[in-house]
């Protein structure tokens, strides 16, 4: 069996679906042994992927993008997870948007995801950039436990914190899913040199991945079970089960991991009228279709 | 009620006595030589009395208090000098000083007396790394000399001394003995230190007190040479002489 | 002056020093025990209060402690966590003292080499990370080098200064019964810098402690590292606090160990001090 | 034997030591130059072919550098990031050594709260800086906390260990001389402790800066950190490397005011010694 | 050509002229006394020429080459014993020994042969801090023996020894000199130990020396009594008593 590295950020309830191609055995019956790693930061691992120590990657597209840009050697061959599966948080307090106007909202690192979905999605609520002060409130968690603090008046994070909503003291105010329907949450990732070096494990990897989202989109208790198992998830946890009626409510996922390109070449625009990139770029040029195209074949036959 | 009053003290390290039950008094006034050879327990006790280290058994009294620790009623010059090595020479001999709460201008012009006392005013500025070895030592007679106490304790002050500065220092030594009347033990190697400087004289060995001789040459003794001729000054050096021969056959009785 | 040489009936002893005798008679683990205890029991009782989302408290940590235990989960994370933690600490010292001791010695090592010393000590390691991937990957190995990147320089750093301390007339006892360097280095010089050594070998298990941690959390997620964060991130702060409390444990007492080993190692130096080392 | 003590005229002086004579001549920071002129110069070379997103070379950097400088933007940074350094570095220098030498001194502190001394330096801080964040916001305290709790305890522990290193017969000459517990801490534990005190100022520095760099990722992004991580999510190495070198330089400059303040505080030590301070 | 050759040797510390253009001549087997108030230079003469402290001016040779550095013709004795604080009595006198490159089990013995020649055999074991002054000083001693140079220069090495063990001494160090002619230059401030044991007495005043002393007494010199009664004996203590008092004088000239 051959290995393949794959590397996801920060797996949570969502580990159900993510992890399922590995824990579920798809991988073997491709003949592939998927290992799977996980990191806090995206930028890290997709360094790890350009210098060739991981095979894969998948994480926000927007990582990738700025890398990209300047010419890097690395190609979107899939996307598991379209949907913008995020919230931002606020404060009780905070009725609307429009309250946000003159506070502090937590954020990661700037032109990171959350930093990216609050902006377009402030702006798409009528607030401009400069109504607000951003301010680096850490992890996905930590950024909701700093709305519940006080610390900060609302920040984006993952929609699966909503369960905790009262007891952490927050409440969520713009959900991603319907204020920037636009956005496309993750992709898988890979460089060009793996292509062409590893290109037929890499389809078995694609066809794993097709085969276990399916079977976790279809059976909640095998999602469930392995979203448990990976996250060492106790027995009345709920975060995982959230996950899967959201996903599959809003049609987050998809199985055949089909890349919208023009959602693609939406972010890239924002991201340049944000300048966080400079220039435009033809997004086209950073996807390959083609191994997707080839492990769905083999998924079908 | 003597001045200073050691009771039967004991000192073992591990399984080794260093003292082995020493007894004696010492009237306010007295000046006791303490002598015998290398390791019998001279530094100990002397170290016991400052309440430095603290005995196995026994106990020491000034004035009829029991001691414990320190107080400025007590005066050590060290063995080995023990020098605070950030000081120069000035404020070493003005360190025991400030602990007793002695205030600039009093504090430098008391310490420089004692800087010339013992001949050092030139190495006023230099720290104990550029001292020789005997320099260190004046420092450190000038140190315990400058708090002015009523029990002066000295290990082998004039031990690295040359005889014109040792004999200077003696001179000094008997003179502020003739005027403040201290209380005065130190620790010596030399026969005539010890019959010329003190009232009586403790042989000490392997840790006990064999025999205490007391000098009966008057004072005050100013006139140094003359006394080395008399017949008090040769017979009592004699007679140490013999004790420290004899201490060892004595004390393995 | 009455002499008095006769032996009389033995004193009782007296022990009087500057303090007070129950500091002295009461030893020092009792009182480290009553502390921690004392502690604990604040933390436990106003812990209680605390959103448990936010924030935790002992009896909840040794609740979700046992249960970490059962699954397995706690003990394969510490084994994971300890192989990259001890070969970066122990290269880290094996490298770090030797060279510790030639900076402090040698001007010309010293001019040429030091400033590397001082400048990774300063540098923001984490900012590094990537390219430590680069070279060394995402597993066992990049964890390693973080590790012993951290603890290296402490090591080191404390070793070099601490030969600086040697006093010349202790170096001189060896030039003059004409030992070699490498006799005054290991025969003088070394024996002399142990405090300075010992005392950068614990500050170098705090920082390998860090070291770990980071690693854990910048490279691939694994080990102890990798519970606080998957922990944290789902709110289970008690279980958070498991790892993070262990890692203290094991710290104070790889510490502890080190204290010891300067005792075995060195000796003499606490009867200099007349002080236990810590 | 025949005597000569007539005055004969002067013979030339004569330098021989054990070492070779060009080591002693050259002066320090010629050799330190060279030394990082030849380091940077091997940098350039091999630095070219690596791959731009994940490594970089001098020249590169030394461009980075100018633009950055012309925007305003590294100045902007460095003072947004020197203030909270500052702060926390100076408390915890005004905290730890007071601290480190009472819990060298008295037993029962030392006891008592050695542990959390202990504890605190080994713990993962860095997964406490949420913690933190609930506590002290996002802004100026927060850095300066993280800043203070990373470099008080290195100063703390050194000046602990310090303290336990000083020789029973320096202090008996207080305790001789009846000095009260403060004469003796301040007049003979301090001064003779200097030498680990430094090591811990220094050793406080790397910790210093680690801590703002870490408080600039974690906490508002801002100052030099905020460089680092935003040119480092955008891939722009050379870029990242400017406040990367900046901090190492100035780490450096610091660590050599630390060693020149040693001098000017403790000139004894290096008589003693017989060597230049660091 | 004599076996040790001290050539108008100058050194200062600052602008302090701690040996001021000292010259002499020591011929194989001589037996040197440095005799002089404290600070003249005597320690700062015997480390220049151990080669641990470099002239300012001026060159040491021994055997006809110029001193640089160490050498294990030179042996040391230093003025406050310099003992290894790690290593017990026995292993601080074989130190030396393990320096030269001698092997167990010789380097054992050797060292236990020098151990009993200064009467410390029942603290072999002990560390430094756990002995007393004049035990530290003969680990000093037993050590510079120990390694068998041809030079010794022994800084005040019976200092703090009280007179017993000091004869005991001097007579295992004049009975060694008889054995094997060693070249010695001791530092003493003790007129009648210059005078037994020395071949020459140099009077050291201010960095300089002023009068080089010789002593005409028969060697070997075994029975010290007789020889501390005899005229050459009282006549040379006159005189290096006077070249003392008129150092002064002399040198300020
Ligand atoms: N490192 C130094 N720095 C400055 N001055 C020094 C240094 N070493 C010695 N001296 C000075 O040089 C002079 C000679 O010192 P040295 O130790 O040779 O005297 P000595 O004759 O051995 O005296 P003693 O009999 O007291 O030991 C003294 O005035 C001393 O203060
Ligand atoms: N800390 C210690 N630990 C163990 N033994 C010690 C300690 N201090 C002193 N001794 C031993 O106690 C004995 C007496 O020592 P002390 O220093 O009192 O001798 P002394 O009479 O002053 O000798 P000297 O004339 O050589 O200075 C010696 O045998 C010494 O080895
Ligand atoms: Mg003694
Ligand atoms: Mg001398």
Redesign the interface.
Known sequence: QEAW?H?IV?A??DSGFLFQAAEGGFDDKHGINIDM?????G??AL??LI?G??DSFEASPVIALSALHQGADVKIIGCDWPGMTYTVFSGKDIASAADLKGKTVGVSAPGSLPDIFTRLALEASGLANTDVTFANAG????RV?AV??GVVAAAASSSEFAI?AD???VKPLLKGVEVTPQFLKVCIMTTGKKIAERREAMTNFLAAEMEGLAHAIANKDAMLEVARKV????ED?K?AEFIYNEALEYKAINADLAIPLEKLQWVDDEMVKLKFLDGNADTKKFVDDSVRTEALARVKK | M?HLEV??I?KSFGTHNALD?V?????KG?V?ALIGPSGCGKTTALRIIMGLE??????VKVAGR?V???GHDRGMVFQHAELLPWRNTLSNIGYGLEMKGMKEPELSRTAMHYLELVGLTPAKDRRPHQLSGGMKQRVGIARALAIDPEVLLMDEPFGALDSQTREGLHGELLSIHAKTQKTIIFVTHDLDEAVMLA??VAVMHAG??SQ?I?IELERPRLDMRAIRTSAEYSRKRTLIWEALHDAGVSAAA | ??????????????????QASW??TVP?????T???AV?TGLWEFFGRDV?????TYPSAIIKAFFSMLQ?G?LQDALIQSSQPFIVGYIVAAIVGIPVGLLL?R???L???????V??G???????????L??WF??GFMVKAVVVFLLSF??IC??T???V??????????????????T?IMR??IL?ATI??I??GL??G??KA??GI??AE??????GL??I???S?????TAE?FVP?IL???L??AL?ALVGWLEKYV?P??S?????D??
């Open positions: 590295r590397g920060e949570k309830g790693v996980q990191f806090t930061g930028p890290t360094k790890a210098a120590d991981l992890g996905s968690a930590d436990k519940g603090g905790d007891a952490l003291n996250g060492h998830l106790p946890d975060t | 003597a009771q039967n004991t039950g007894s004696f008094n010492v009237e007295d006791v603290t005995a196995t058994s026994g106990q029991p414990s620790g320190c009232d009586r006990k007190i205490i007391p | 002056m009455t002499t008095d040489t006769e032996i009389q009936a033995p004193a009782r002893v007296e022990r009087r020093t500057g500091t002295t020092a683990w009792v009182i480290t009553l502390s921690v502690a959103n448990p989302l936010l924030g699954t989960r402090g040698y001007r010309i010293e001019s040429a080499l030091g400033i590397y001082t400048a000590y300063a540098t923001p390691l984490i900012a590094l990370v990537p390219l991937i680069l990957g995402l320089f402490p750093i404390n070099w200064f601490g600086k301390a040697v006093p010349k007339t202790m170096i001189e006892v060896g030039t003059a019964f004409c030992a070699s360097q006799a025969g003088i024996p405090p300075y010992m005392a614990r500050l298990i705090g402690v860090i941690v980071i959390f910048l490279t691939a997620i694994s590292g990798g606080i964060i998957t944290a991130n789902s709110f289970r958070m993070v890692i203290m444990v710290a104070v510490t060195a003499w130096q009867e200099i001090t007349g002080h080392s810590v």
